[in-house]
């Protein structure tokens, strides 16, 4: 069998052999599951390759299960037992016999808990404040993957939830970030490269780039995963993905002359490039290259006069 990346892994192993098995020792309560994999892992955003395979990298899928009220301790322990039976090996990888640091990614899982451990609720309903303080990433890894069957739905409507933030919560985040980008982009970085300081000029490069890439995803709507995945992440979406390149650049090269100056056209070309998503989604009626007023126009576009109120800063961390 030729190799794999992890989800289509997952998914081959369950349609071989996950749900025959379940519909014929479990006809009772095919119907109140949901099979699928999501959660932790590069295999669950399509982001392993053959590095990835060093660990933790196994066939599986999670069996996702309601509450107690509808499948008891007893089936659920049934389930294991039998998800535990499968084929030791497929697709010339063999499955871990312990589970890894941090708990079993695949198996039998309650979605309650899988959805409180990711987002910090049972079922994908969240306060303002548990939008404002859950990581992006973790809200990532409750929606990424693949569900393979849902017939009870549960999952499903729970993942709809978590899928995206709301209107004004993004807002709130991206006036946040827009300010920092200009802040340590368009004011520090200079200035350091003025005072001698070429360490601290590249923090504030660290900074412009974390902000801006922030940015980038809130505008294409969609959360930033962890950072080791972000630049991957950021070359998919559909807007500004190029930017990614000039990220990439401005870490990986140092601060001087003549590099100093083409990391401050860089930042410049980066703010413009984000000025005009945010002119084209009508989320700014400032007319002009200053991050920073793009910033507070941003945060007057929200809706609640509460959340408007807020601190600029007070979403992102």
Known sequence: MKSMQGLELARAFYTEYGEPMLRAQFPQLFDKLAVGLCGSGSECFGFDDEVSRDHDFEPGFCIFLPGEDVIDRRDAFQLERAYAKLPREYGGLRRALVQPVG????????????????????????????????????????????????????????????????RDVRLKKLAGNLLLMAQSGQYN??????????????????????????????????YMPFYKWSFRAMR?????????????CLLTNDNDAPMDAVKQELIEDAASAVIGELQRQALTEAICTDLEKHAYSVNDRIDSVDVRNLHILYAVG
């Open 189 to 222: 970085f200079a200035r350091c490269l003025a005072h001698g300081e070429k360490a601290a000029a590249q923090l504030a490069v660290c900074a412009f780039v974390q902000h801006c890439m922030a940015a980038v995803f809130l505008l294409s709507e969609r």
């Open 103 to 166: 708990g079993s990614r695949h198996g039998v899982l309650r979605t309650a808990e899988f959805f409180t451990e990711k987002a910090g609720t049972p079922d994908g309903v969240l306060t303002l404040e548990q939008w404002f303080r859950t990581p992006e990433y973790a809200l990532a890894e409750a929606v990424n993957g693949e569900i393979f069957d849902d017939p009870y739905g549960e999952v499903t409507a729970i993942r709809a939830r978590l899928s995206a933030m709301p």
């Open 236 to 248: 998919a979406l559909p807007r500004l993905a190029a930017l990614a390149d000039t990220m990439e």
